[in-house]
């Protein structure tokens, strides 16, 4: 039972433009919510997080969007550089539980 | 160091045998999460440690999974009698406390299991 999907195994984006990485979950306790970044032989790196109390996250080229509704998320990264050519990882958190929930993340590759 | 280190970074061995994974997390953090990320797959959550509280063993898959964290600092984790499906990379992760995001990662215990 996959409760935080990825729906896209790939994702490839020219430098300088928007790359868009959606999230979905099905658990409606998750109130938390993460992105990490992880480059090959190396553990994943905290980028940006955002609560279920708010809407939007900015900090520097990356926002995170939540919609609760829709329980859909999306990590903006603009403009886009070839170091962000990574594996994303969503992942989620309830208030009751320390453990996150991970998707099977999102490779992004970003092309000169 | 300054991050969590794992040891060690590789291990390979035979189906049957016993390993032990080790993790130093972040000095002054409280709690300890171990995961394991398989081939094409995202984490998964096997146990995790707060203080001196009972560990939530949840995640772990079989018994011959275990985990001990001595001196609420470093962590083992024991997988005892290998099987191939235990190939995958074990990733420990540490936070302030219960609750307390972000955790941090560090870099994993790659396992191959022939």
């Known amino acids: 039972d996959q409760q935080v999907k990825q729906n896209s195994p790939s994702l490839s984006v020219q430098e300088g433009r928007i790359s868009i990485l959606n999230c979905d979950y099905t658990n409606s306790m998750f109130d938390y919510f993460l992105w990490y970044k992880k480059y090959p032989a190396e553990g994943p790196t905290f980028l940006i997080s955002?609560?279920?109390?708010?809407d939007k996250n900015e900090d520097g080229r990356f926002t995170v969007f939540l919609n609760k509704s829709a329980k859909h998320l999306s990590l903006h990264i603009v403009p886009s550089q070839p170091g962000d050519s990574a594996v994303y990882f969503c992942a989620a958190h309830t208030g009751t539980a320390s453990k996150l929930t991970f998707g099977t993340g999102t490779r992004l590759q970003v092309t000169l | 160091g300054a991050g969590v280190s794992q040891s060690p970074s590789n291990k390979v061995t035979e189906k049957g045998k016993d390993v032990e994974l080790r993790c130093d997390p972040i000095s002054g953090h409280t709690a300890l999460y171990w995961y394991r990320q398989s081939l094409g797959q995202g984490l998964e959550f096997l146990i995790y440690?707060?203080?001196?509280?009972?560990?939530?063993k949840s995640g772990l898959p079989s018994d011959r999974f275990s985990a001990e964290r001595t001196g609420g600092s470093v962590s083992t984790l024991t997988i005892q009698r290998t099987q191939q499906e235990d190939s995958a990379v074990y990733l420990c992760?540490?936070?302030?406390?219960?609750?307390?995001?972000?955790?941090?990662f560090g870099d994993g215990t790659r396992l191959s299991i022939l």
């Open positions: 955002i609560s279920s109390i708010k």
């Open positions: 440690f707060q203080g001196n509280s009972a560990p939530d």
């Open positions: 992760a540490s936070s302030l406390g219960w609750g307390e995001q972000p955790q941090h």
